[in-house]
């Protein structure tokens, strides 16, 4: 997993630059220096509310924008020279209509905004790129700029998963797609043999923190080990909210009582993949990358 060097899907030219809307997490942070890294200056605008820890991200040329905020954010980013556009980061909350300043620039997407905020994550994420796209932009993934990013099949990490925990993978994988079908998360936990959590609404940091609580359960009594999937959702518009693990995933996992982690190979992000990896051998956990079929 991550053992080759892969180059970018999109190749920027020189007259390119690239636009990050930051949300939660490490992703918008491990985009933009994974194309400073390359030479590339990113543009962030940093969703208001989304987030606390600003100090890595207003390093780079940078505004902080309301979710109300996406027609002006679309004026920025053209007067900031942005050709292409990644959406990095989790959201918390869906942008209110009735906060949003009257324009002709809001009336021209009212049509097919207003219908996308009442249908699911995935509809409006789709809704949003079609926007973007409409408006001159480029939508790219992550992945597509900083390649680094995207999981590889195959153990990343010292531990490796018992033939237990393979069955448990696989459980947890199916779980993961199922409910992913029906828009309602992208993971599952799976132990000895069984279901035994799915992601909601809750995000994967609250299906952890209740499996924590899960443990006491007594269906659960004397069940050891166990494992937590992610995987895309089918259907998925890939170039926003791939699921992705980071150095927080494990250090929940651990206190899960879990014995690893899967993750969907080539559809799925890896944030600060030598630190997730460290946290992973410290803890005894293993990480694996997972084909579209059984693991």
Known sequence: MQ??????????????????????????????????????????????????????????????????QLPEAIALFKRQGVTHIVLAGGIGRRPRLSRMRPSWALLTMLSRLAPALARGDNALLATLVHLLEDRGFKVVGAHEVVPDLLAEEGIATTAAPTAADRRDLDIAFAAAKAIGALDIGQAAIAIGGRVVAVEDIEGTDGLLARMKDLRKHPRLAGRQRGVVVKCAKPGQELRADLPSIGPQTVAAASEAGLAGIGIEAGRSLVLDHAEVVSAADRLGLFVVGISGGPA
């Open 3 to 68: 053992a080759t060097e892969r180059r970018p899907a999109v190749t920027l030219g020189r007259g390119d630059r690239v636009g990050i809307v930051a949300g939660s997490g490490r992703l918008p942070v491990n985009v933009a220096d994974g194309l400073k890294a390359e030479g590339h200056t990113p543009f962030v605008v940093i969703a208001g509310g989304e987030r606390t820890d600003l100090a890595e991200l207003t390093a780079y040329d940078h505004a902080v924008m309301d979710l109300e």
